[in-house]
């Protein structure tokens, strides 16, 4: 893509009304355009990042056996009547009647709809344990959206539901879903700690938030480092060995705010490994039994013909604020570097370029094509404009990788740079492998 006829319209003041980097970037780099209060467009460049982050978590969801499918984000009211819910929600939710005066609402979650879902089709257990996720927007009409994406009415979120026999079965499926967003966040990039939270409007008695640092979070949380000492790659993708694995977590202090005792921290945790700060929740996961399919009648044939209720547990992933919380954890110094995996650009190349020299460009474009036929997603800033402010601008649209076209490249090697690094003269094929890799 050329810079020039990429539809990013930076801007160069920094938005007032945003008060943490994410939003300010995310405002001045052009990747999200506030329609109103809480609800965003997502314009070419944000709405990459937000793709690829989504890429990521489905392939996460799709290795431990979950489904993909997709759920309308408008229902009916009569599921929330029965599982009790219609009324508990409150203010948060959107109601709406169609035209024949039906009451309807725009989804804030789907536990209701996948209950009514499962319960027409499956009669047994010998269609358990299942897996069913969908990523689809959400709307909740929150009181004080703020921070852009972070907290916002209108937000693009994973949903999974497990249905199991039993207890012991569904803890199994629970484990799981514990390791595939452990991953996930490892491969955005980021460091999550998961933590024993409360379980609010969802219910259920097991819950696990998973937290970034941040010191813009929302989120306070207290917590032992050693949990950054945990290594997944000790675990295998087994019920034994995950079981093993959330153990292993369990035996390490980390709460958020409404489970934290102060006499419990300092007798668990040392003073030096104390972590008191904030964070931002990106992902949450619940255990919730028949809380939803009891009352929604959602019954199975146990294996002795007997009726039981199926046992639920729901997890979800803020895929939208992944983009902002990933910005937070990233950002330094007016330098933002995206992590390579989820990037908009594998690379972005800068030539030095005047009206009487067309010359570096036309090595670019070279450049350019080469890359593109290895299938390398490359920026070419092909804007006539000087090459310091070409650099304050990659500065914040943060491509890891860039080869600098100008006084230093020489006919065969060219410089190359990594953001926040030193730059090196490599020859196009070495740089064609540094960025395969
Ligand atoms: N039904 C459960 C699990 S599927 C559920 O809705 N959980 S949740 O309320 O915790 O939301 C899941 C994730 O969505 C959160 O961890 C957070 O990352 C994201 N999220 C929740 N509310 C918002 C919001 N207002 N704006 C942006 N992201 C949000």
Not at 110 to 133: A, C, M
């Amino acid at each position: 893509m050329y810079l020039s006829k990429l539809f990013i319209p930076i801007t160069k003041d920094l938005p007032t009304e945003a008060k943490i980097k994410s939003h300010q970037l995310m405002l001045r780099t052009g990747m999200i355009k506030q329609s109103s209060a809480g609800i965003y467009s997502w314009l070419p460049l944000g709405f990459k990042v937000m793709k690829k982050i989504e890429q990521i978590v489905r392939e996460e969801q799709n290795f431990i056996g979950a489904q993909e499918m997709l759920m309308p984000t408008i229902q009916s009211s009569e599921i929330w009547k029965e599982s009790g819910r219609y009324d508990d929600y409150g203010e948060e939710m959107l109601r709406i009647k169609d035209r024949q005066g039906r009451e309807m609402l725009y989804g804030p979650t789907n536990e209701e709809l996948i209950t009514d879902i499962f319960r027409s089709s499956v009669k047994s257990y010998k269609s358990l344990p299942q897996l069913l996720y969908h990523i689809q927007w959400k709307f909740r009409d929150e009181i004080r959206p703020r921070f852009g994406v972070m907290r916002c009415k209108e937000f693009y979120m994973k949903d999974a539901y497990s249905f199991d026999l039993s207890d012991d079965e569904a803890k199994k499926s629970y484990n799981k879903m514990f390791f595939s967003y452990l991953k996930t966040f490892q491969r955005l990039g980021l460091k999550a700690i998961p933590m024993a939270a409360d379980t609010g409007p969802i219910g259920g008695d097991l819950s696990h938030e998973f937290v970034i640092l941040a010191e813009t979070g929302e989120s306070q949380i207290y917590a032992d480092k050693n949990i950054f000492e945990i290594d997944l790659n000790n675990y295998k993708f087994n019920d034994q060995s995950l079981k093993k694995m959330r153990d292993d977590f369990s035996q390490i202090y980390a709460v958020t705010d409404d489970k934290y005792k102060e006499e419990e921290f300092n007798d668990k945790v040392k003073k030096d490994n104390q972590m008191k700060t904030k964070g931002i929740e990106v992902g949450h996961i619940f255990y919730f039994s028949d809380k939803y399919s009891k009352p929604m009648n959602c019954l199975i044939d146990d294996k002795d013909g007997k009726k039981t209720s199926v046992k639920m547990g729901s997890y979800g992933i803020g895929v939208s604020r992944l983009v902002g919380a990933t910005i937070e954890a990233n950002y330094n110094n007016d330098v933002m570097k995206w992590p390579k995996s989820i990037s908009p650009f594998d690379a972005v190349i800068i030539p030095s370029i005047s009206k009487n020299n067309k010359e570096n460009l036309e090595k670019a474009e070279k450049i350019y094509k080469e890359l593109q036929k290895q299938n390398i997603d490359v920026l070419l800033d092909d804007v006539d404009e000087n090459m310091s402010n070409k650099f304050k601008k990659h500065d914040l649209i943060g491509v890891p990788y860039q080869i600098i076209i100008g006084s230093k490249s020489d006919g065969i090697n060219l410089e190359f740079k990594e953001l926040n690094d030193k730059s090196e003269l490599l020859s196009l094929d070495k740089i064609k492998s540094k960025l395969k890799n």
